[in-house]
């Protein structure tokens, strides 16, 4: 019973969606050692990478509908970890934020990436089992509050960057769960007013930093740009992305930017930069459509989903992936202001990585048992 078990697992895994994501991660630790060969990022990014590996199996293996019937203690418990961050003494400083958490034994990791899945779960829990045709005002608003406590949290580190990633999961949930076309118009319409009211409230006290408000200038107005200023990260990503040309510079005849330090986190933020700049315009749309058989794989999981829920869970995670995709790809070519959104699966950290395995490891839960009642 127990052999046959197991190749039903075998049988039934998603073997495609695994291997593009493995092929991604390796992809990424190749242009981490292109962006900084002396240093040990790479080897970091291998040694996570097995341990998400792990991760993604055992995920899979459990069954999702009970993960999700425990949505509100994993929601709490992620809950609980955001407020570490923030109590003096446990919370670490990196570039400004105090975004990690440091824990004997575990070590140092960023919880905000982690509880994305948590909060996912307990918004599918909750609009899965609804009956209704259409959302009414009181489901919008509970959804908003669940998505409200953790990014609350996460801008008090601050970290607006990795804020921002938490709206799409909500925006694609409530758009799946037939949330009225109303609703939608007044959203975008208040979103446009409340935005530039929100930007200059900010400003005025103090909230929007100098520094941030030069990364928006330097996107609205490029030409007056310092280069030497906050305009620097665009300006110099736009140098080392229009450097690969083609087909990337060749080796050691053509200098890079990120090895002479002249790109800032170039194994992080701005490995999209680096690869372009190593694999030119041929490895970057090779990058785009892995990505894009990947988020294909993860919407033909979600059809075939048993349940509303599994649908929901799906669905989300591919929505954030991709809103990452775009928010950083947009920052590297200097569409977007720098906010620090890492690239799925490309940019170096363990935490970073693992979230996004232990995601996929849920989308493949949800595929495995789509014959199930």
């Known amino acids: 019973m127990v052999a046959v078990f197991e190749k039903r697992n075998l049988r039934d895994f998603d073997w495609l969606t695994a291997i593009l994501a493995v092929s991604i991660v390796f992809f990424g630790v190749w242009q981490i050692y292109n962006a900084q060969p002396t240093e040990n990022y790479w080897s970091k990014q291998i040694n996570g990478f097995f341990i998400a590996l792990v991760a993604l199996a055992v995920i899979s ?9 425990a949505a ?3 929601y709490i418990f992620g809950l609980v970890l955001l407020a570490l961050v923030l ?6 400083k990196v570039n400004g934020q105090t975004a990690w958490l440091k824990i004997p034994i575990i070590g140092q990791f960023q919880p905000s990436e982690f509880v994305k899945i948590p909060t996912i779960l307990m918004l599918a829990k909750y609009f899965g089992a609804r009956k209704a045709s ?13 998505l409200a406590a953790p990014v609350g949290l996460i801008m008090l580190e601050p970290d607006a960057g990795q804020a921002m990633t938490y709206f799409p ?9 037939a949330v009225k076309v109303r609703y939608i118009v007044l959203t975008i319409a208040a979103g446009l007013i409340l935005m530039p009211l929100a930007y200059h409230v900010g400003v005025q006290t103090g909230k929007i930093k100098n520094y941030q408000q030069e990364r928006i200038n330097v996107i609205l107005d490029p030409e007056n740009a310092d280069p030497k200023g906050y305009g620097y990260h665009t300006v110099q990503s736009m140098i080392t992305v229009g450097k690969g040309g083609v087909s990337g510079i060749k080796g050691d005849t053509e200098t890079s930017q990120a090895k002479l330090k002249f790109l800032p986190e170039p194994h992080t933020d701005f490995i999209f930069a680096v690869t372009a700049e190593n694999t030119g315009f041929i490895g970057c749309i090779s990058l785009l459509l892995a990505y894009a058989l990947l988020l294909s794989r993860l919407v033909a999981g979600a059809r075939q989903a048993p349940d509303r829920a ?13 809103f990452q995709i775009f928010m950083n790809v947009g920052m590297v070519l200097g569409f977007l202001p720098v906010i620090g959104v890492p690239l799925p699966l490309m940019s170096a950290g363990l935490s970073a990585v693992l979230s ?18």
């Open 61 to 69: 293996m459990i069954d999702y509908r009970r993960v999700i019937d």
């Open 72 to 74: 509100p203690v994993f």
């Open 87 to 92: 109590v003096p003494g446990l919370g670490v």
């Open 134 to 146: 259409s959302l009414r005002l009181k489901e919008i608003l509970i959804g908003g509050l669940i």
């Open 169 to 177: 999961i909500l925006a694609v949930i409530l758009f799946l769960s």
């Open 310 to 322: 599994g649908m929901l869970v799906i669905m989300a995670i591919a929505g954030g992936m991709t």
């Open 356 to 373: 996004t395995f232990i995601a996929i490891g849920f989308v493949i839960s949800v595929k495995m048992r789509r014959f199930v009642n």
